[in-house]
Protein backbone atom coordinates (compact mmCIF):
# COMPACT_ATOMS: atom_id res chain seq x y z
CA UNK A 1 0.00 0.00 0.00
CA UNK A 2 1.13 3.05 -1.08
CA UNK A 3 1.78 5.74 2.01
CA UNK A 4 0.57 9.61 0.84
CA UNK A 5 2.56 12.32 1.90
CA UNK A 6 2.01 15.76 1.16
CA UNK A 7 4.66 19.08 1.30
CA UNK A 8 2.41 22.13 1.85
CA UNK A 9 3.59 25.09 0.77
CA UNK A 10 4.97 27.83 -1.77
CA UNK A 11 8.67 27.42 -3.67
CA UNK A 12 10.96 28.51 -0.58
CA UNK A 13 13.96 26.77 0.23
CA UNK A 14 12.78 24.93 3.40
CA UNK A 15 10.07 23.36 1.10
CA UNK A 16 12.23 22.42 -1.64
CA UNK A 17 14.64 20.47 1.06
CA UNK A 18 11.81 19.00 2.45
CA UNK A 19 10.43 17.53 -0.14
CA UNK A 20 14.02 16.34 -1.46
CA UNK A 21 14.52 14.83 2.09
CA UNK A 22 11.27 13.15 2.51
CA UNK A 23 11.80 10.94 -1.03
CA UNK A 24 15.24 10.27 -0.63
CA UNK A 25 14.50 8.66 3.15
CA UNK A 26 11.40 6.93 1.73
CA UNK A 27 14.05 5.29 -0.80
CA UNK A 28 16.57 4.57 1.67
CA UNK A 29 13.76 2.74 3.42
CA UNK A 30 11.92 1.54 0.55
CA UNK A 31 8.75 3.06 1.53
CA UNK A 32 6.55 3.19 -1.29
CA UNK A 33 5.09 6.92 -1.08
CA UNK A 34 2.76 9.36 -3.25
CA UNK A 35 4.45 12.94 -2.65
CA UNK A 36 2.94 15.94 -3.90
CA UNK A 37 3.80 19.33 -3.56
CA UNK A 38 0.55 21.45 -2.24
CA UNK A 39 0.89 25.20 -3.22
CA UNK A 40 -2.92 26.07 -3.14
CA UNK A 41 -3.61 28.74 -0.34
CA UNK A 42 -7.28 27.27 0.67
CA UNK A 43 -6.00 23.24 0.72
CA UNK A 44 -2.72 24.81 3.01
CA UNK A 45 -4.97 26.76 5.24
CA UNK A 46 -7.42 23.53 5.69
CA UNK A 47 -4.80 21.50 6.92
CA UNK A 48 -4.26 24.46 9.34
CA UNK A 49 -0.42 25.25 8.43
CA UNK A 50 0.92 28.15 10.11
CA UNK A 51 4.96 28.26 8.62
CA UNK A 52 5.42 26.64 5.87
CA UNK A 53 6.38 23.88 4.67
CA UNK A 54 3.45 21.59 6.50
CA UNK A 55 4.19 18.25 6.03
CA UNK A 56 0.48 15.97 5.93
CA UNK A 57 1.12 11.95 6.24
CA UNK A 58 -1.41 10.12 6.02
CA UNK A 59 -3.54 12.97 5.97
CA UNK A 60 -2.55 14.45 9.50
CA UNK A 61 -0.21 17.28 9.46
CA UNK A 62 2.81 16.27 11.50
CA UNK A 63 4.95 19.14 10.63
CA UNK A 64 5.15 22.92 10.30
CA UNK A 65 7.90 24.96 9.63
CA UNK A 66 11.25 24.74 8.71
CA UNK A 67 12.88 21.23 6.79
CA UNK A 68 12.24 18.42 9.21
CA UNK A 69 14.87 15.78 10.09
CA UNK A 70 15.99 12.71 8.39
CA UNK A 71 15.12 10.93 11.39
CA UNK A 72 11.61 12.74 12.23
CA UNK A 73 10.84 11.86 8.56
CA UNK A 74 11.69 8.25 8.97
CA UNK A 75 9.44 8.08 11.98
CA UNK A 76 6.69 9.72 10.14
CA UNK A 77 7.11 6.78 7.15
CA UNK A 78 7.47 4.18 9.26
CA UNK A 79 5.32 4.58 12.40
CA UNK A 80 1.60 4.61 10.97
CA UNK A 81 -1.40 3.48 13.16
Known sequence: MMLNVAVLGF???ACRK??????EVAQELGIAI???KISDPARIAAHRVLSAPG?????KL???GGAPSR???A???TVQP
Do not use: F, N, P, T
Open 11 to 13: DCA
Open 18 to 23: AYRLID
Open 34 to 36: HLE
Open 55 to 59: VVVAG
Open 62 to 64: VHS
Open 71 to 73: KQI
Open 75 to 77: IWL
